[in-house]
């Protein structure tokens, strides 16, 4: 199983929603990332977990609260968010943190915040 | 700071060869990767260079120059489904770690 899933596909929520995006993987990669895209632009890495630890917070505002519950598994959780906050959201995993140059990525989460 | 720089736009027949260049600046680097996007699709990962050189996996290749601070993604035999964004991606180490930081990418159509 090579493959990042990632649920919900779509997801709209207005700005005093919660709501909580997931992703798995089953490869026994060690390594867990979250990324937001812009349309027409590169991925920005938000969050890296490290062994189910979080090693990487790029100043991400509060309102974005990533969860690692085991090693398959990573969430992130959403709550007043903002409209400027709409964007595809990737997650990706590799097989460890150091030399992480081939992360495999999920599908994504286009999310819209009305 | 970090900064990679790679045309926003290229076009090319099929069947013809396309490359597509990456310029970088950064501190503690360790490599250049290369990672493919269709519209609406995940980034796949192409390639890797690590050492000064050209690397081979089918149509594609990519070449580093780490004293040029330089690479390029080389596509052979252009199809149709060639035609997607492609970025590279400086490996680096820092304080906090390995971070993989994407270039803006480059759009490629691929004409008939």
């Known amino acids: 199983d090579t493959e990042v899933t990632q649920t919900p596909k779509h997801l709209v929520m207005g700005m005093t929603n919660k709501k909580s995006l997931k992703c798995e993987q089953h490869m026994g990669h060690r390594a867990m990332y979250w990324y937001k895209q812009k349309a027409k632009k590169p991925p920005e890495l938000m969050f890296v977990y490290s062994y189910e630890k979080l090693s990487i917070n790029e100043s991400v505002p509060s309102r974005f609260s990533p969860e690692c519950p085991n090693s398959s598994l990573l969430n992130l959780h959403l709550h007043a968010l903002q409209p400027e906050d709409s964007a595809l959201y990737l997650c990706?995993?590799?097989?460890?943190?150091?030399?992480?140059?081939?992360?495999?990525f999920g599908p994504g989460t286009r999310l819209t915040v009305t | 700071g970090q900064s990679l720089e790679q045309p926003s736009e290229v076009t090319a027949v099929e069947g013809a060869i396309v490359q597509i260049n990456c310029t970088y600046q950064t501190s503690g680097f360790y490599g250049l990767s290369w990672y493919q996007q269709h519209d609406g699709g995940a980034p796949t990962f192409l390639s890797y260079n690590a050492l000064d050189g050209l690397e081979e996996t089918g149509r594609f290749s990519s070449f580093l120059s780490r004293s040029d601070s330089y690479g390029y993604l080389l596509l052979q035999e252009l199809q149709m489904k060639d035609s997607a964004s492609y970025f590279c991606a400086v490996l680096s180490n820092s304080n906090s770690g390995y971070a993989l930081n994407f270039g803006k990418g480059t759009s490629l159509l691929v004409t008939p």
């Open positions: 990706a995993s590799s097989h460890g943190r150091d030399l992480n140059y081939e992360q495999y």
